[in-house]
């Protein structure tokens, strides 16, 4: 069994794969779709909630730090994505890249990870949509009525079921079409961005950034239960607390969940015009971009109110400050293209779905027949519908707010993995072409994997019980049918 479980698929059965007409994509993506759709995926939730949230609970105004910190975390994983996307161009990103190196079970591990991330994601957004929905047609005509509203004070949220169907038929008219839509809401955010930032400046006070790094304060209540609190804290028994900068990596793990852009670009490198090129340059560009918006951004809210006087609990922290401060108008601007803005993250977290779903049934591990893409769109047609079916029924009928962090800690867990991945490849396959190169290897995929899990320890205990049961999950599966109905074991 222990051969079964570390059989690896070479790279270039992975790349020949790709030329099935039945199991291929269309290549139609450059280096600016890639970066719009990294900087696409990023502006929703971070920058329009957590920001303020992560600042109120856990940093102060040096949650820009954890902004930077989060940056660095994933600047250093995505060399090591770059590199294995511009080697290995196929979709299903991290999990089609630790096929080729640390082996099948492994890889079906972090592609059942991946997609508790996407599918919880898609569906957390879609319901972040509606409750901004709600809030921008409050008080007229078109108010929805509480019942289909939400899930929780009702029986239904239908605009978040609603979302994730309209998402579907566009993903599987094309990538190419999603790209489009893309572009034009990506447009549309950083609008409102650079609204925000601008107006914002003038409205700092430097006071409130005084302490920057505000100090450690201990947890009580709620706050302070086992379950509740890092993990890093229960396993090395130091004292509950928040703030300080335990607080600004605590806040580091929790805005996290914003940069999870360059994570979706790399499922499409299968789908990417001259990939070696392309990738790195859409992975790189659109880290780069949302990483100094979001410090920017965490400095202007903190500059306008005390972190003390944000609600941790408050949906849209960013609109109500400018609200507080007598301009309900940019509060209306920001619901606005929070509002259009979720709706581009939701379908690209989705996208990313669908393609890590296609890779893992085109190797055998998930049902064959889910990877046959659509004879005139070339998308995963069958898989998109019914994942989409899924998401819908979360969205519309489960409160996902609990579920979060799930999104991160999968994440992380993958970049832990490519990172890991990049030095195993390195050794078993030094004749690859590599267009990008990590530099000082084995040094800098091994900081980028220490990082990345220190993050992960600063994530709740509730956080890392729910993980372990989705990954215990997905170990009896494979055990009891993917192993068996493998591409690979057929082969032997």
Same mark, same amino acid.
């Given at each position: 069994?222990?051969?079964?479980?570390?059989?690896?698929?070479?790279?270039?059965?992975?790349?020949?794969?790709?030329?099935?007409?039945?199991?291929?994509?269309?290549?139609?993506?450059?280096?600016?779709?890639?970066?719009?759709?990294?900087?696409?995926?990023?502006?929703?939730?971070?920058?329009?909630?957590?920001?303020?949230?992560?600042?109120?609970?856990?940093?102060?105004?040096?949650?820009?730090?954890?902004?930077?910190?989060?940056?660095?975390?994933?600047?250093?994983?995505?060399?090591?994505?770059?590199?294995?996307?511009?080697?290995?161009?196929?979709?299903?990103?991290?999990?089609?890249?630790?096929?080729?190196?640390?082996?099948?079970?492994?890889?079906?591990?972090?592609?059942?990870?991946?997609?508790?991330?996407?599918?919880?994601?898609?569906?957390?957004?879609?319901?972040?949509?509606?409750?901004?929905?709600?809030?921008?047609?409050?008080?007229?005509?078109?108010?929805?009525?509480?019942?289909?509203?939400?899930?929780?004070?009702?029986?239904?949220?239908?605009?978040?079921?609603?979302?994730?169907?309209?998402?579907?038929?566009?993903?599987?008219?094309?990538?190419?079409?999603?790209?489009?839509?893309?572009?034009?809401?990506?447009?549309?955010?950083?609008?409102?961005?650079?609204?925000?930032?601008?107006?914002?400046?003038?409205?700092?006070?430097?006071?409130?950034?005084?302490?920057?790094?505000?100090?450690?304060?201990?947890?009580?209540?709620?706050?302070?239960?086992?379950?509740?609190?890092?993990?890093?804290?229960?396993?090395?028994?130091?004292?509950?607390?928040?703030?300080?900068?335990?607080?600004?990596?605590?806040?580091?793990?929790?805005?996290?969940?914003?940069?999870?852009?360059?994570?979706?670009?790399?499922?499409?490198?299968?789908?990417?015009?001259?990939?070696?090129?392309?990738?790195? !340059?859409?992975?790189?560009?659109?880290?780069?971009?949302?990483?100094?918006?979001?410090?920017?951004? %965490?400095?202007?809210?903190?500059?306008?109110?005390?972190?003390?006087?944000?609600?941790? %609990?408050?949906?849209?922290?960013?609109?109500?400050?400018?609200?507080?401060?007598?301009?309900?108008?940019?509060?209306?601007?920001?619901? !606005?293209?929070?509002?259009?803005?979720?709706?581009?993250?939701?379908?690209?977290?989705?996208?990313?779905?669908?393609?890590?779903?296609?890779?893992?049934?085109?190797?055998?591990?998930?049902?064959?027949?889910?990877?046959?893409?659509?004879?005139?769109?070339?998308?995963?047609?069958?898989?998109?519908?019914?994942?989409?079916?899924? !998401?819908?029924?979360?969205?519309?009928?489960?409160?996902?707010?609990?579920?979060?962090?799930?999104?991160?800690?999968?994440?992380?867990?993958?970049?832990?993995?490519? %990172?890991?991945?990049?030095?195993?490849?390195?050794?078993?396959?030094?004749?690859?072409?590599?267009?990008?190169?990590?530099?000082?290897?084995?040094?800098?995929? !091994?900081?980028?994997?220490?990082?990345?899990?220190?993050?992960?320890?600063?994530?709740?205990?509730?956080?890392?019980?729910?993980?372990?049961?989705?990954?215990?999950?997905?170990?009896?599966?494979?055990?009891?049918?993917?192993?068996?109905?493998?591409?690979?074991?057929?082969?032997?």
């Amino acid at each position: 069994m222990s051969q079964t479980f570390f059989r690896t698929k070479s790279v270039e059965q992975s790349i020949q794969d790709t030329e099935d007409p039945e199991h291929s994509l269309q290549k139609k993506l450059g280096a600016l779709d890639l970066i719009v759709f990294g900087v696409g995926v990023c502006i929703g939730a971070g920058i329009f909630v957590l920001t303020g949230q992560a600042a109120a609970s856990n940093a102060g105004p040096a949650v820009s730090l954890s902004f930077l910190i989060a940056g660095i975390a994933c600047g250093l994983a995505a060399m090591c994505y770059a590199e294995f996307a511009s080697t290995v161009p196929v979709a299903g990103s991290a999990y089609t890249f630790t096929y080729a190196t640390m082996g099948e079970f492994l890889a079906w591990v972090i592609g059942w990870d991946l997609i508790l991330e996407f599918t919880v994601g898609s569906a957390a957004l879609a319901t972040s949509f509606s409750q901004y929905l709600a809030v921008v047609l409050d008080g007229t005509p078109l108010q929805i009525p509480e019942a289909v509203a939400t899930a929780e004070g009702g029986f239904i949220n239908l605009p978040a079921g609603l979302l994730v169907l309209a998402m579907t038929a566009i993903l599987v008219g094309g990538v190419k079409i999603s790209s489009r839509v893309n572009q034009v809401v990506t447009a549309i955010k950083l609008i409102v961005v650079f609204a925000v930032i601008i107006a914002g400046i003038f409205l700092v006070k430097v006071s409130n950034w005084v302490p920057f790094v505000p100090p450690s304060q201990g947890a009580s209540g709620e706050q302070g239960s086992a379950l509740s609190l890092p993990l890093v804290q229960t396993l090395f028994g130091l004292e509950p607390s928040v703030f300080g900068w335990g607080g600004v990596a605590a806040a580091a793990a929790m805005v996290f969940f914003a940069f999870i852009g360059f994570d979706v670009v790399a499922t499409t490198a299968e789908e990417t015009k001259n990939p070696q090129r392309n990738m790195p !340059i859409g992975i790189f560009g659109s880290l780069a971009i949302v990483t100094l918006l979001y410090m920017a951004v %965490s400095l202007v809210i903190t500059g306008m109110q005390s972190y003390k006087d944000i609600d941790p %609990s408050d949906g849209a922290p960013l609109a109500t400050a400018f609200v507080d401060v007598g301009l309900p108008v940019m509060g209306d601007l920001i619901a !606005i293209g929070a509002c259009i803005g979720l709706t581009v993250v939701c379908m690209i977290l989705f996208m990313g779905q669908s393609r890590v779903g296609f890779a893992m049934a085109r190797d055998g591990l998930l049902p064959t027949w889910l990877a046959k893409t659509h004879p005139r769109f070339k998308t995963p047609y069958r898989l998109t519908i019914i994942a989409g079916i899924i !998401i819908a029924i979360l969205a519309s009928f489960i409160p996902l707010s609990e579920l979060a962090h799930l999104v991160n800690i999968g994440t992380l867990a993958a970049f832990v993995l490519v %990172s890991i991945g990049v030095i195993v490849l390195r050794r078993k396959r030094p004749d690859l072409p590599r267009s990008f190169k990590v530099p000082f290897v084995p040094v800098l995929p !091994i900081i980028a994997a220490v990082v990345c899990f220190y993050l992960m320890l600063n994530l709740t205990a509730e956080t890392w019980l729910r993980f372990v049961i989705w990954l215990v999950v997905g170990v009896l599966i494979y055990v009891f049918y993917s192993r068996h109905h493998s591409r690979l074991n057929r082969a032997s």
